[in-house]
Structures are given as structure tokens and as C-alpha cells.
């Protein structure tokens, strides 16, 4: 790993959850680790009336998110750390002169030898975001004079493909492209990145990588809760805004994508356009209708327990058809994918939390065991994303015995078995990214709008098409029963269970 240079972190929100929750954890587990620089600095700024010592007790001293980390550390080494976060209050408002945060800046900058170099992390608001970046450039802490100049802006990122665009050219009205890093916390996840490698390292599996081997490809996101206190947001967002425009499209754009001409940032960013780029656009309603389902989980009794639906969450329309679940199908048009189907389906209030990827081999062209069952049982290639991150093979095997009874065996690899090897959280590792100026994990301008415009047909036609129907399914199922008819030749969804090798039946309930 290339060496670090000197640099100051400034948190937007710093008085908000997620920087409590995921952000200062992960900035302990680096300093932890040995991996921040020399001279480093956090200064955080928000609305809140907070001084430094305030900010470090709330942040790192009595943090619920840090006290089983910091109880196995020294108390200087604690001490030590906790002296390089600093706190600014804005005041009421974010759109305001920025010319005393400026003299902040510039004190910590001389104080702590950061050379200049400023990261700004926008844990605010989306709304927000063109106005700091403009106050931000009008106390000149955009210009990259003498030291780099870095903006984090977490999702979403627009609301549709206009929003995005405009939010694009108010980020670049500002500030450059290769100065924005749009994180995007999936992509930090070591097996997202482990696609990569898993395709282009391993000749055993490139050469099959196409519309000649394999048979379709299923990406599953599943989540136990429901919406819980965040009804307000997802009534206004959904399924497919929150999770399959972002998340889970770049995840595809990783098994999609063309094999980069090198490992550099903008080579792996060019494929992920392309492959973005080339997904078939659903121009019709009927053919949205046809291939994409929505649904939402409704109010189910579990063993004398009542479990809310969704319209009965705080904050959430009593009438609203908002989709806590939506699958989709689609193709790609290109040569490697032309004809094979793709199904992404996400929901919440389901059997287990998991992410994974599976791509579905074809069947031998010629059964020479037909009496044995084991062709209908394909070949799979499972990557869990989360959790116990790892990769399944499932192939056939011959059982012991005479004849030739083939049953299917599993090859598993988990990352937690590397124990030379440390996994790190997500976050560790994106704002380790932007501290060494490697964009290849972040989303650029064009990449997140080749997304919205492969999403924009779908969510207009849900929107306003009155034929489109929002299907209800109980707490602790798979989603609507009907979902399972969406892939072709009775292969059905995987139903992961918690471990890589669980495979469920259709329905669960817990």
C-alpha cells in the first residue's frame, strides 16, 4: 500500500448518526491499524452547539458504537486519538458564509502539518449538498492550491435521472469530476470487489463467463427488518430507488462488465459505463408490466405475535402502494450477454439478512446419467456478499455405491477463514480509498446516471400506470408468492438460508 499523505477530514453532519454509527468506528479501526497518515486531523461540523471535548465524548468516549473497541485499548492510546477530532458549529443554517470554518481549517491545518490536504464528507442531507459545495468554493476550500481538495457525497444520489443530472452539474459547477467520490458502502464490501478478481484472475472460470455456459443470473438482497424508523424516507423512496438503483445495479455492473485494459481506477469505472450502458431499456408498459414485480409486506401473525405491516409503520401513507420488495428481470445487450436473463430482486421483512450473486451454469448438452436427477439441479457459482462473505461451487458428484447416483456437493471458501488476513468493514476501506485518491470503488457522474436511466422507465410506469399492481406478502417470506414465476424453466429463486451452503424452501416463516 502506497504511503498516505498528510490530510484533515471534515465531517458535514458530524452531529448525526451515521457518523456516530459507521464513520468514527471505522476512522478508530485505520488509526487502529497504522494505516492513517503522520499527521491527520478531523474536524467535524454541524448545527449542533458542541464543544471539542463534547464532540470527542459523544463521538468516541461514551459512543455505543465504540466502547467494546476502546475497552481493549490503553487509555492514552484512546487519549491519543481522541485528541485529533475538533468541532465547528455552523450556526442555524449550512447555507451560510463559510469564511470562519475557513479560519478553522487553516488553524488545524498549520497546527497538526496536514499540508493542505482536505477531504470533505457530506454526511448530510442530498439537499444539502449543492449548497455546501457552493459555500465551500466561495471560502476558495474548493481550489486544489498547493494540497488536494476531496468531496464525499454518500447516496442517493438524485431522485430520478433529471435530479441526478442536475445534482451532477451543481457538484462539477464547484468542484471537478475527480474530485467528487460518490460512496457507495456496497462496493467497500471485500467480496464485491472479489468479483473483480474472481473473474479476470482465474482462467477457470472466464472462459465460461458468457451467453454459451450460463443459464441466467440471480442476485438476491434481503433484509429481516421492516423500515422501522426511517417510514417517512422509504414512502417518498422505495425498493427500487433505495436499493436497485444504487446498490445492486453495481453489483451487476461488476458480473457484467468487459475485462479493464489494467487495474487503474478509470479503466474499471469505463467497463462498469459500458456495462450499465448496454442493459436493455424497458420501453413499454407492458413490458415492465411483464417483466417486474413490486410488492409490500403486510401485517402477519407469528406464533400469537403480531407483526406491523407496512402501512402501519410510523411515517407511512395508510394507502400507500410503496414496494418493500421488487424484482426485476432484464437482458443485456451485448455480445458476452446477449439472451441471457438476469433476475435482482430486494426486499425487507424477509427470512434472512443476505446478499449474494449466483450465476446459474447450463446443463451438459447430453445427459449421460438420465435416470439420475442431477440435471436438474445446475451448476452454481454463489458469491454471499453479506454475511459470512464468501464463495460456494455446487457441482455433481457420483454417491458411493454401485451404480451412478449423482447427488450435487458444495466447494465453499469463507473469508473468515484467512486468519493472516483482516476483512475490513466497508467504510475502513472506501475512506481509505479517497485518503489515497483511488476512485476505483466510488461512482462516477456518468455511471450513476446510466443507472437512473435504465431505473426511470420502470419507476414512471409503477407511478402511473393503474394496471400495475403491488403484491402483499407476510412477514418472514420470500416476497410475493408469484415472484417465482418470473424465472423461466421452474428454476425458482435460491432461498439463501444464514450459512453460504443453506438453501430454503419457497416460504419461511419466523
Not at 263 to 274: G, L
Not at 319 to 343: C, H, L, M, Q
Request: some cysteine; overall charge negative; hydrophobic content about 35%.
Amino acid at each position: 500500500m502506497k504511503k498516505i499523505p498528510n490530510q484533515m477530514l471534515i465531517i458535514f453532519g458530524a452531529s448525526g448518526d451515521l457518523t456516530t454509527r459507521k464513520l468514527i468506528p471505522a476512522i478508530f479501526d485505520l488509526y487502529k491499524d497504522g494505516h492513517l497518515p503522520e499527521s491527520f486531523a478531523v474536524l467535524g461540523v454541524s448545527r449542533s452547539q458542541l464543544s471539542d471535548k463534547e464532540f470527542r465524548d459523544k463521538s468516541i468516549w461514551k459512543s455505543p458504537f465504540l466502547q467494546k473497541a476502546i475497552a481493549k485499548q490503553e487509555d492514552e492510546f484512546i487519549k491519543t486519538f481522541a485528541e485529533k477530532f475538533h468541532y465547528h458549529d455552523l450556526g442555524s443554517e449550512y447555507d451560510r458564509s463559510y469564511d470562519d470554518l475557513a479560519q478553522k481549517i487553516a488553524e488545524l491545518n498549520e497546527q497538526y502539518q496536514t499540508q493542505g490536504n482536505y477531504i470533505f464528507y457530506l454526511s448530510t442531507p442530498p439537499s444539502l449538498y449543492g449548497t455546501i459545495a457552493k459555500n465551500l468554493n466561495e471560502a476558495n476550500l474548493s481550489q486544489e492550491n498547493g494540497g488536494f481538495r476531496r468531496l464525499i457525497v454518500e447516496k442517493p444520489f438524485g431522485y430520478d435521472l433529471e435530479s441526478a443530472k442536475k445534482l451532477n452539474e451543481t457538484l462539477h459547477h464547484y468542484f471537478e469530476e475527480k474530485q467528487v467520490y460518490r460512496i457507495d458502502h456496497y462496493l467497500g464490501k471485500e467480496t464485491v470487489q472479489n468479483l473483480l478478481v474472481t473473474r479476470f484472475s482465474n482462467s477457470i472460470f472466464e472462459p465460461l463467463w458468457n451467453r454459451r455456459y450460463i443459464h441466467h443470473v440471480e442476485i438476491t438482497n434481503a433484509e429481516t427488518v421492516g423500515v422501522e424508523k426511517r417510514g417517512g424516507y422509504y414512502d417518498k423512496s422505495g425498493a427500487l430507488r433505495d436499493m436497485f438503483q444504487s446498490h445492486l445495479l453495481q453489483i451487476v455492473s461488476l458480473i457484467v462488465m468487459e475485462p479493464p485494459i489494467s487495474a487503474d481506477a478509470e479503466e474499471i469505472r469505463d467497463e462498469k459505463v459500458k456495462a450499465l450502458k448496454s442493459l436493455r431499456i424497458m420501453k413499454s408498459d407492458e413490458e415492465i408490466i411483464k417483466n417486474t414485480l413490486r410488492g409490500q409486506y403486510v401485517t402477519t401473525q407469528i406464533e400469537g405475535r403480531t407483526h406491523k405491516g407496512y402501512r402501519e409503520e410510523e411515517g407511512v401513507n395508510p394507502e400507500s402502494t410503496t414496494e418493500t420488495f421488487a424484482a426485476i428481470k432484464f437482458y443485456v445487450d451485448n455480445w458476452r450477454w446477449k439472451g441471457v436473463p438476469f433476475y435482482v430482486r430486494t426486499g425487507k421483512a424477509m427470512p434472512t439478512k443476505v446478499t449474494e450473486a449466483v450465476i446459474h451454469f447450463k446443463t451438459p448438452p447430453h445427459e449421460v446419467f438420465m435416470s439420475q436427477d442431477a440435471y436438474r439441479k445446475d451448476n452454481k457459482l454463489i458469491i454471499r456478499i453479506q454475511p459470512n462473505e464468501g464463495i460456494l461451487i455446487k457441482f455433481g458428484v457420483k454417491v458411493p455405491g454401485l451404480g451412478f447416483h449423482v447427488d450435487q456437493a458444495n466447494m465453499e471458501f469463507y473469508y473468515s477463514d484467512l486468519e493472516s488476513a483482516q476483512v475490513m468493514d466497508a467504510y475502513e476501506r472506501l475512506l481509505l480509498d479517497a485518503m489515497q485518491g483511488d476512485t476505483t470503488l466510488y461512482a462516477r457522474a456518468d455511471e450513476v446516471e446510466a443507472a437512473w436511466r435504465f431505473v426511470d422507465p420502470i419507476l414512471k410506469c409503477w407511478e402511473n400506470n393503474p394496471a400495475v399492481n403491488t403484491y402483499g406478502y407476510s412477514v418472514g417470506t420470500w416476497g410475493p408468492r408469484n415472484s417465482d414465476e418470473m424465472i423461466e424453466d421452474s428454476f425458482g429463486w435460491r432461498n439463501p438460508g444464514d450459512h453460504l451452503t443453506d438453501e430454503t424452501g419457497f416460504c419461511i416463516l419466523c
